[in-house]
């Protein structure tokens, strides 16, 4: 890294403002800010607060030290002894333009300064400066400290080596720095924006849709390709086989149809089609398009998991799919008390073996044994009464000791039945034990043995089995008593070396 | 569900006939497919592999009956007795129409007729037919296994219950159906991808970009937000508290600005304002600013941790911030060998408790307790030289036993520290526990205990430790098995009732 930016000044704290800052401080860089509104603090406090918990999400490592957030009485104190200045005051050039003549008088003049600006051109902010080879656009997307994208958008009079220096930190502070090229107004991401912006603009005038289906037209479709491949490299692989010239010549007549006719659009010359190709040759040429489907798919799948898993959008219709699917699976599967026979090892689970399970030797990893064998417990808990209500009681079971054997490797996709055991139980405790099975042959992969407790949850000790635990496990306690003990229950690691 | 459609035809099996007859058969729907193309069973074949492949990753129920794939050899064999038929056949009209002839003369003429175009209006492929009542655009994305969304367009007719039906039965396989209130060309999606392409074109034709950037400047930023909210949700969040209205106010004016200029925009009357307004408001006024804030978060964070699993994109982006965070977090943590004092436990691993490892007791789930105590066995093994040379040199090391004690409730973002003691080893085997501690007291929430055993993966069976791990673990024997046996070791779980 060749870029040795220790402070930085913020000037302005809204919403992108203090997004800068918050990425910046997790990373743990000091910064100082001038902002004048007089809910600045509480304003940047709360993006903070925002970014701290979805840091805390969103990595596994341990927070590195904050850096510290100094507010300033000026503009010029906050930016007297700054490596890297962040400007994203509100989008007035005027109001920009004097800001920056007010950062020269007061800040080193090798400070780098990055405006957050989305729409105006580095050359005009440059513009009757004495030293403008050091400003340049920074224009980061909300929220900044989740959305990886930077463009920095340099002018002619730019110097090549403080963009450099500015694309390093960025990157160090995990942006993805886009160089642009050329200025223009609205840099590249904002024109695309204001292109849908205007597009939508005109469907809601019309009354052909309201901002929730166009919104839904989005992110329940090509917003989430767009997520993971862009345009072209999804149209790529749309094109199939044939690739992107193929693409070109279905999709390009297109831009002669009546939608298009009140619009200025270039010209699909051979030129213009060969540079198209070449180029994304050049980005996507290392791999096949088979090889981007399953990149793609994967993708996909991966982002309607994470939805899921919030129950929102796209992924709330997968988890409907998961329960239509887990009910036709389950059609004649005895789940009701009245229905099984407690004179027989209990079958209450199934599950399937997901591609992300498995570890560095490609089997199910041990800690999804684990997951699964918790859920065969969470079935028997569920069979005994454990409802949502007898939760909010203030009553629950833990699990206060596990032992399992892991018997045979299980690889990705590997269907597997539970079957669960009760092998005794007192006032207070239960102790479980599950085989898990796969194959045809219904071999045993692994087994567990479990102590459960009993709990009173706000008093956080043993309790009683309260109603209806309590009689629906002495309603099976015969019965399963009297089934044989696994050999595997009850024993202990041994003593080896 | 009103429906009662058993019986599918699909005409054409491009990559989109090919998509949808995916979706239908597993789902469990029988598909007649017509499509002349020489190659149509190799393609339509290779379209549900990767379906097949996506739903096995995609849903943890077991898969339902797949539906029964038929090819026909004629368009009047496949529709015959079919009660929905969906037509994708190339994005030509007088083909089009060409095929709802024939449709029509061979299909019941209650069946349904949905049509994948993506531009055409549903009047013009309803034309000169003896029932149009019931054909309509059912217009979706690509893979269409995969984006839940569907433009159902209906003219005016169209059988509004027939356009139910359509609705209810493609809900049911999983989509998200999107009744557009008005024919117009390239229907409401497609307009707003006509709208980036446009623009896109143009960056590419004036040097201002490649594809590459351009997908760079959707994939690292709006694209990530787009996947779960569109665009009007998205900009209701960045005006803040002062809500949609004011975001209009201040974005606005960009519509007067030069890159709009070529460019035929609707004027933003008060009345747009309002209606934009007050259909913000219908759609997202149920969640505050802060709570949509949360919302966004919180599904930005699962995409990005969904990238990050297969190290694409934005994601690969948040790996390498991690492993900084996790170097940073080790700085001054001895991970040497020659640093490492063998008479003490070791310290190899810390972990922080994720928000999502917590169960509905609040708690850490107990498989999360495994995992955090597998990286420690890993590093554990990392330390005795179990690398990637080692592994691809056709040996590991699996856990065959493992014994756990949950001593305390460990919350989200608890920081956790782990201390891990050789018990024993011989020849093949090796046993090792671990002490999980949180708190500035260091108090002990959990222990395990694990057997290991050293295999050969190429003849999946037991052999004695290779170099460097038989030596190194000889170097370490002695002193640690000086240290004193915990009490929880070699212990099984008591019988108990």
């Not at 580095?122 to 920074?138: D, I, Y």
């Not at 090892?345 to 064998?373: C, I, K, S």
């Amino acid at each position: 890294m060749s870029h040795t930016i220790k402070k930085i000044a913020a000037i302005g704290g809204g919403v992108i403002g203090g997004g800068w800052i918050a990425r910046f401080i997790l990373n743990g860089y000091d910064v100082s800010i001038f902002d004048p509104h007089p809910q600045a603090k509480r304003i940047i406090g709360e993006v903070l607060d925002g970014a701290e918990r979805a840091y805390g999400k969103l990595f596994q490592a341990p927070p590195c030290k904050k850096g510290k957030l100094i507010f300033c009485d000026s503009l010029a104190e906050a930016v007297a002894d700054a490596d890297y200045i962040q400007e994203s005051v509100p989008e007035r050039l005027e109001l920009k333009t004097g800001i920056y003549a007010q950062i020269e008088a007061h800040a080193r003049p090798d400070a780098l300064i990055g405006s957050s600006t989305s729409g105006f051109k580095p050359s005009q902010l440059q513009e009757g400066l004495a030293h403008p080879e050091r400003v340049f656009v920074a224009h980061p997307f909300n929220p900044v400290y989740l959305l990886p994208l930077v463009e920095i958008v340099p002018s002619d009079v730019s110097d090549k080596a403080m963009i450099e220096n500015a694309r390093a930190f960025l990157e160090e502070v995990g942006m993805k720095a886009l160089v642009v090229r050329k200025e223009i107004d609205a840099h590249i991401a904002d024109r695309l924006l204001e292109a849908v912006w205007r597009e939508g603009l005109w469907l809601i005038n019309d009354g052909i849709a309201t901002t929730e289906e166009i919104d839904d037209a989005i992110r329940y479709g090509f917003g989430l390709r767009w997520a993971q491949m862009g345009l072209f490299e999804t149209y790529r692989v749309a094109g199939g086989e044939a690739g992107m010239r193929h693409f070109m010549a279905q999709f390009g007549p297109a831009l002669k149809w009546p939608w298009t006719k009140l619009m200025d659009v270039p010209e699909l010359t051979d030129e213009l089609i060969d540079t198209i190709a070449s180029q994304s040759d050049a980005q996507s040429g290392h791999m096949s398009v088979r090889e981007l489907e399953r990149a793609r798919d994967d993708n996909l799948v991966g982002i309607l998991l994470a939805l899921k898993g919030n129950d929102w959008g796209a992924g709330a219709l997968v988890a409907e799919m998961d329960k239509r699917f887990y009910e036709k699976a389950h059609d004649g599967v005895r789940t009701e008390e009245g229905a099984l026979d407690f004179a027989k090892p209990l079958d209450l689970h199934t599950a399937r073996v997901a591609p992300d399970w498995t570890d560095y030797n490609g089997h199910m990893t041990e800690h999804r044994y684990l997951q699964v064998f918790g859920d065969a417990t969470d079935a028997f808990l569920a069979l005994i009464g454990m409802d949502k209500a007898y939760l909010a009681g203030g009553h629950s079971v833990y699990t206060v000791e596990t032992y399992i054997r892991y018997l045979d490797d299980v690889p990705a996709g590997t269907d597997l039945r539970l079957r669960t055991q009760m092998l005794g139980c007192d006032e207070k405790r239960l102790r479980i034990c599950h085989e898990m099975l796969s194959g045809e042959d219904d071999h045993v992969v692994a087994t567990a043995e479990h102590m459960l407790l009993h709990v009173d949850t706000n008093a956080s000790r043993a309790c009683p089995f309260g109603s209806p635990l309590k009689e629906k496990l002495g309603a099976m306690k015969d019965a399963q008593m009297a089934l044989p003990v696994p050999d595997h229950a009850g024993k202990g690691i041994r003593v080896i070396g």
